[in-house]
């Protein structure tokens, strides 16, 4: 082997290896993007979910919305403590909760509150969207529709942005209401 | 024993004749290793590529089916009147770049009963949510998401209706058989049924689509323009029917008027009220007519308003 063949081949395997190790690199923060928006996707469905089941026993809204419509960064509502057993009549008055579906410091949370807490000051909370994803939550009602019917959009970033992928990802969604009217 | 050394890849081998020659990698070699590289690069750029189409299909699929239920909610929480009188056909774009369009089309249907039973009404809401986008390919495909749902005929309707008439009540005198406990001082001519008098005072046009019980609520609002001679026992009196839209005349539960008439003194009550039920309907348009008249000739009075209300149930009440 001649010094130039060496030096050719050098030159040749160098490109190779930082070709691959670029498209090691890539790939793997591909994949990692990827894994992340599955997380957020996760998470936007959870949490609409979440807002599904719980607002079907709402009994009280502590959030009203215009008749004229209205756009609110918050939900406050009262209804089942035990989501999965509705009953609006039962006499037990910690068999209801109030909740609130808000931003506390990035995080969109849902805080669940006592029995006569109708502004849901104190209480226990869960994360639904962690901050890093940035979420931002609004709850409207539009005028002219049915009293009973609340529109959700929520949005969340993803901090690596997989190829041909938008840095923003949202959910939108529409709560029907069975016992009460949220516009007033 | 090999005399051979050897140095990683390459050997130096020792011929026969005592030359050392030198074998490793050639440039061929490098060349065809580049290619066989290359080629499985590649075919991991196209893995990706289509990760990255099945990402964006997968999230388009996802939007548009957020848009369709969106719409599909917005009208399953109408009501089964709302539907059938509303708008039929509705459509626009979810973005300001109008890459989602929907529509929604809402159509009258009936489940076919096989026994004596009329078919049962429903409404169907068909929610279409349209997008185009790449195929693999880079072709463009229109691809759509749709979604039917229903919202059932009711076991119980309400119809409502408000009027404000200007009619003035006619004096009538009725038949004894029609109503013995009336001796009113009226001129008129009696008629041979209430069904035959032209004294109309509201017509509610209402349209039942299975057979049906009625209850029938309706209120009139007096405004006496003329006191001249009233007596404070002159009365007003109302009845109203069941009109059969095809024959145009009472149906045989109501044959005569729905109950009997409803008196009211002129002076002192302001308003006429009246509760009647009805007998099974079939199935079909009527109008609910009010008819009124008062015993005396004297005094003027006016309708001020009508308001009905009719609550129509499938089970007997």
């Given at each position: 082997m001649t010094l130039i063949e060496l030096i050719i081949a050098l030159i040749i395997m160098s490109g190779v290896i930082l070709f691959i190790s670029f498209s090691v690199v890539f790939f793997m923060d591909q994949v990692q993007s990827n894994i992340e928006r599955s997380n957020i996707y996760t998470q936007l469905s959870y949490t609409m979910e979440d807002m599904k089941m719980r607002?079907?026993?709402?009994?009280?809204?502590?959030?009203?919305?215009?008749?004229?419509?209205?756009?609110?960064?918050?939900?406050?509502?009262?209804?089942?403590?035990?989501?999965?057993?509705?009953?609006?009549?039962?006499?037990?008055?910690?068999s209801k909760s109030w909740y609130k579906y808000y931003l506390n410091n990035g995080d969109m949370v849902i805080k669940t509150c006592g029995p006569m807490d109708s502004t849901c000051s104190t209480g226990s909370e869960e994360v639904l969207i962690d901050k890093i994803y940035n979420p931002t939550v609004s709850f409207a009602y539009n005028s002219g529709e049915s009293p009973s019917l609340l529109r959700v959009k929520l949005t969340a970033q993803s901090n690596k942005v997989p190829l041909g992928a938008d840095k923003e990802i949202t959910k939108e969604g529409a709560i029907r209401f069975w016992f009460i009217d949220i516009a007033k | 024993?090999?005399?051979?050394?050897?140095?990683?890849?390459?050997?130096?081998?020792?011929?026969?004749?005592?030359?050392?020659?030198?074998?490793?990698?050639?440039?061929?070699e490098i060349l065809i290793s580049l290619i066989l590289i290359s080629l499985g690069l590649f075919f991991c750029t196209k893995?990706?590529?289509?990760?990255?189409?099945?990402?964006?299909?997968?999230?388009?699929?996802?939007?548009?089916?957020?848009?369709?239920?969106?719409?599909?909610?917005?009208?399953?929480?109408?009501?089964?009147?709302?539907?059938?009188?509303?708008?039929?056909?509705?459509?626009?774009?979810?973005?300001?770049?109008?890459f989602f369009s929907w529509e929604v089309n809402v159509t009258d249907s009936t489940i076919k009963q096989v026994t004596t039973k009329d078919d049962i009404p429903y409404e169907q809401i068909e929610v279409i949510c349209s997008y185009t986008e790449n195929n693999v390919n880079g072709t463009p495909a229109k691809k759509s998401v749709r979604l039917i749902n229903i919202v059932p005929f009711p076991i119980m309707h309400l119809f409502t209706a408000v009027s404000a008439p200007a009619s003035e009540a006619t004096c009538y005198k009725p038949k004894p058989k029609h109503a013995p406990a009336l001796s009113g001082l009226c001129s008129a001519e009696p008629a041979t049924s209430y069904s035959d008098l032209n004294f109309i005072v509201f017509d509610m046009p209402f349209t039942i689509k299975v057979q049906s019980y009625l209850i029938i609520f309706y209120n009139l609002s007096i405004d006496m323009t003329d006191h001249t001679n009233v007596a404070t026992t002159d009365l007003i009196l109302s009845k109203c029917f069941i009109i059969d839209t095809s024959t145009g005349k009472p149906v045989a539960a109501c044959k005569d008027g729905c109950g009997g008439p409803t008196g009211t003194p002129i002076l002192t009550e302001p308003t006429v009220s009246n509760m009647i039920g009805t007998q099974k309907l079939p199935k079909g348009a009527y109008i609910l007519r009010v008819i009124w008249f008062k015993d005396h000739n004297a005094g003027k009075i006016l309708a001020k308003n009508v308001s009905a209300i009719i609550f129509q149930s499938e089970n007997e009440p």
């Open positions: 607002c079907v026993s709402a009994i009280d809204i502590g959030s009203s919305f215009s008749a004229g419509g209205e756009e609110k960064p918050e939900l406050i509502f009262k209804g089942e403590t035990d989501i999965y057993n509705v009953n609006p009549d039962n006499p037990d008055v910690n | 024993m090999s005399k051979d050394l050897i140095l990683g890849r390459s050997i130096l081998k020792r011929s026969k004749q005592g030359e050392i020659r030198v074998s490793g990698f050639t440039l061929i893995v990706f590529i289509a990760g990255k189409y099945l990402l964006k299909e997968s999230e388009n699929k996802s939007r548009a089916m957020e848009i369709a239920s969106i719409h599909m909610n917005e009208y399953l929480v109408k009501s089964y009147n709302d539907l059938f009188t509303g708008l039929k056909k509705d459509s626009g774009t979810a973005d300001a770049k109008g």
